[in-house]
């Protein structure tokens, strides 16, 4: 069984230029579920100065319809957006940091070293409140500022996440300019530090790469995959970066290989035309384009 973090309504409307209202948002979201996604990242409480397009968190989480078994997190770079996602009840959090130096200073404004400082807080507070964290690293395969990306690098902060109590980092090959070989390559290395059941693929899919990333995760048995409905989003501070890979391709491709993931696929689909037609954006998913009816 292999276990999706939906993005859509997180990593995918954070970086749409349409404002989407709280009430679009949020339907988006119970429609996933309604689907069988179970981990459904739902908003982001970060600066809305930084990120206006997540400033309604709040009014989102206010507004879901909770679905039994479905878990609904939420981005916490710090102990005031910590606080937001308990008042609004965000299920379990997410911090986000990155392998790479300018990576962290352009979308967090602090060094990883600070960054993991702001953490240990954030996870201290969440432990006290039974509150799960799942960590991010950015910029894994490659940084849109300093380009390589030392493994070393990756395999540090992936320690760093988990001795906060991570229960699992998600890597992200933010600029999706990873290719299979070095994927499978790094991923080896993190899994000198993490077991597959600690660690999951966040592929963006700017190169076209992202399936065949995953594939190389696959096989070395990281069974858990973040990815967005119809490809949607980017990441605001790392230019030209596209949407994750989108979450009906990755279903296509894994029920075809006779792995189950709980999710019906056609019923995806047609979520994935509905979002769009609200964002008036083109479909990035070519499973959902090939399906389009
Ligand atoms: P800062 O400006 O250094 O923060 O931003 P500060 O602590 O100096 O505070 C400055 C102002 O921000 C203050 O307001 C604070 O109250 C406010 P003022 O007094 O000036 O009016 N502020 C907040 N407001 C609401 N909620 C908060 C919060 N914190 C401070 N939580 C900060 C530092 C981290 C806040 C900022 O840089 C930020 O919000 N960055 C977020 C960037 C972001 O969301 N990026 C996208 C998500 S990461 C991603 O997409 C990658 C990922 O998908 C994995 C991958 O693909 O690689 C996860
Ligand atoms: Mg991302």
Same mark, same amino acid.
């Given at each position: $069984?292999?276990?999706?973090?939906?993005?859509?309504?997180?990593?995918?409307? !954070?970086?749409?230029? &349409?404002?989407?209202? %709280?009430?679009?948002?949020?339907?988006?979201?119970?429609?996933?579920?309604?689907?069988?996604?179970?981990?459904i990242?739902?908003?982001?409480? /970060?600066?809305?100065?930084w990120?206006?397009?997540?400033?309604?968190?709040?009014?989102v989480?206010?507004?879901?319809?909770r679905?039994?078994g &479905?878990?609904?997190?939420?981005? +916490?770079?710090?102990?005031?957006?910590?606080? #937001?996602? $308990?008042?609004?009840?965000?299920?379990?959090?997410? /911090?986000?940091?990155?392998?790479?130096?300018?990576?962290?200073?352009?979308?967090?404004?602090c060094?990883?070293?600070?960054?993991?400082? #702001?953490?240990?807080?954030?996870?201290?507070?969440?432990?006290?409140?039974?509150?799960?964290?799942r960590?991010?690293?950015?910029?894994? $395969?490659?940084?849109?500022?300093?380009?390589?990306v030392?493994? %070393?690098?990756?395999?540090?902060?992936?320690?760093?996440?988990?001795?906060?109590?991570?229960?699992?980092?998600?890597?992200?090959?933010?600029?999706g300019?990873?290719?299979?070989? !070095?994927?499978? !390559?790094?991923?080896?290395t993190c899994?000198?530090v993490?077991?597959?059941?600690q =660690?999951?693929?966040?592929?963006?899919?700017?190169?076209?790469?992202?399936?065949?990333n995953? =594939?190389?995760g696959?096989?070395?048995?990281? +069974?858990?995959?973040?990815?967005?409905?119809?490809g949607?989003?980017?990441?605001?501070? %790392?230019?030209?970066?596209?949407g994750?890979?989108?979450?009906?391709? /990755?279903?296509?491709?894994?029920?075809?290989?006779? $792995?189950d993931?709980? /999710?019906?696929?056609?019923?995806?689909?047609a979520?994935?035309?509905w979002i769009?037609?609200? =964002?008036?954006?083109?479909?990035?998913?070519?499973?959902?384009q090939?399906?389009e009816?």
């Amino acid at each position: $069984m292999i276990t999706l973090y939906e993005m859509g309504a997180r990593d995918g409307l !954070q970086n749409e230029p &349409v404002m989407v209202p %709280a009430a679009v948002k949020a339907e988006l979201i119970d429609r996933l579920a309604q689907c069988g996604l179970q981990h459904i990242e739902a908003g982001s409480f /970060v600066s809305p100065r930084w990120i206006p397009q997540m400033a309604d968190s709040e009014a989102v989480f206010g507004l879901i319809k909770r679905q039994a078994g &479905v878990t609904y997190s939420a981005l +916490t770079p710090n102990m005031q957006g910590f606080e #937001r996602a $308990m008042a609004a009840g965000a299920d379990e959090v997410a /911090v986000f940091a990155a392998a790479s130096e300018a990576f962290s200073q352009k979308n967090i404004n602090c060094s990883i070293r600070e960054s993991i400082q #702001r953490f240990t807080q954030v996870c201290e507070a969440a432990r006290d409140k039974n509150i799960p964290v799942r960590g991010y690293v950015s910029t894994v $395969m490659g940084c849109p500022y300093q380009g390589k990306v030392p493994e %070393a690098d990756v395999v540090m902060a992936i320690e760093e996440l988990l001795a906060l109590g991570c229960y699992q980092v998600s890597l992200g090959d933010t600029i999706g300019v990873g290719t299979p070989r !070095q994927v499978s !390559q790094v991923l080896k290395t993190c899994l000198s530090v993490a077991s597959p059941a600690q =660690l999951a693929m966040h592929f963006h899919d700017t190169y076209g790469q992202a399936l065949a990333n995953l =594939l190389s995760g696959l096989e070395l048995d990281i +069974t858990t995959i973040d990815a967005s409905v119809a490809g949607l989003g980017g990441c605001p501070y %790392a230019k030209g970066a596209s949407g994750n890979v989108a979450t009906e391709d /990755v279903i296509y491709m894994l029920h075809g290989m006779g $792995m189950d993931t709980g /999710v019906d696929l056609p019923q995806l689909v047609a979520v994935s035309h509905w979002i769009c037609g609200q =964002l008036e954006c083109q479909n990035r998913s070519k499973v959902a384009q090939a399906m389009e009816t």
